[in-house]
C-alpha cells in the first residue's frame, strides 16, 4: 500500500465552479502536511500548509482529519490558472526520518472555459 | 537572483556514462535534498544532507552518489550501475525541519 494515496483524476471543472479532492496517508505518526502545485513539466511549488483547525488561502480551503486520516483540498470559483497537478504531501517527523517528505502522485485538475 | 538552480535543464546520457546534475542554491537553507519523479508517480527521495560534509542514503539512493562540500551546492551523480536513469530529477532545499522549496529540475533522457 502506497503511504500517500490520491485520486489520479483528471477532475474536468467549468470555471467558476468548485471542485474538491481528498488525500489519505496510512501512517498516523505523521506531523505535518502540504499541498503543492506542480504545472505540467515544472517543479512542485508549495500551495499551502494544512493545519489542524483547517486553514483557507483566498479561494483555497485545506482540511485535515487526523481520525480517518486523510486531508483535502477544496478550490472555490476554479480559474483557468488553477489547471496543474496538486501533490499531497505528509511530513514524518521522527527522529530517524527527520524533514522525510512522503509524496502523492498528484491529483490532475482541468479547469475549462 | 534568489533562489535555487539546477543545471542542465536537459541532459542525454548514453548508456554506460556517468553524469553530474547541479543544484545551487543562495538561499542559506541547511538540507537539501534529491528527488527523482517518473510518470503516475510520487517524487521519491534519492539522498539528503542536512550539513556540509554529511549526507544520508534515502529510498532509491542505489546507482546514485552525491557530495556536499560547501552549504550551498549538492550535485548528484548518475552512475552507470542507475537500471532506469531517465526521469525528471528535482533539487530541493530547506531550513532546518522547514518547508521544502524546489528548483527548476533536470531532465535526464538515456539514449
Known amino acids: 500500500r502506497k503511504e500517500v494515496e490520491q485520486d489520479p483524476g483528471p477532475f474536468n471543472v467549468p470555471e467558476g465552479a468548485t471542485v474538491a479532492f481528498n488525500c489519505t496517508y496510512s501512517n498516523s505518526a505523521s506531523q505535518s502536511f502540504f499541498w503543492y502545485r506542480q504545472d505540467c513539466r515544472k517543479e512542485p511549488k508549495l500551495l499551502m500548509s494544512?493545519?489542524?483547525s483547517g486553514n483557507e488561502d483566498g479561494r483555497f480551503t485545506a482540511q485535515l482529519n487526523r481520525a480517518s486520516q486523510y486531508i483535502s483540498l477544496l478550490i472555490r470559483d476554479s480559474k483557468l490558472s488553477d489547471s496543474a497537478t496538486y501533490l499531497c504531501?505528509?511530513?514524518?517527523?521522527?527522529?530517524?526520518?527527520?524533514?522525510?517528505?512522503?509524496f502523492g502522485a498528484g491529483t490532475q485538475v482541468v479547469v475549462t472555459p | 537572483d534568489g533562489g535555487i538552480t539546477q543545471s542542465p535543464k536537459y541532459l542525454f546520457r548514453k548508456e554506460g556514462q556517468n553524469v553530474t546534475l547541479s543544484c545551487e542554491q543562495n538561499l542559506n537553507h541547511d538540507a537539501m535534498y534529491w528527488y527523482r519523479q517518473d510518470p503516475g508517480q510520487g517524487l521519491r527521495l534519492i539522498y539528503y544532507?542536512?550539513?556540509?560534509?554529511?549526507?544520508q542514503k534515502g529510498d532509491i539512493a542505489e546507482g546514485y552518489s552525491v557530495s556536499r562540500e560547501k552549504k550551498e551546492s549538492f550535485p548528484l551523480t548518475v552512475t552507470s550501475a542507475q537500471k532506469n536513469p531517465t526521469a525528471f530529477y528535482l533539487c530541493a532545499t530547506s531550513p532546518l525541519a522547514g518547508t521544502q522549496y524546489f528548483g527548476p529540475g533536470t531532465r535526464l533522457t538515456v539514449l
Open positions: 494544512v493545519y489542524s
Open positions: 504531501v505528509v511530513n514524518m517527523e521522527t527522529t530517524d526520518s527527520w524533514g522525510k517528505l512522503q
Open positions: 544532507s542536512q550539513i556540509v560534509n554529511d549526507f
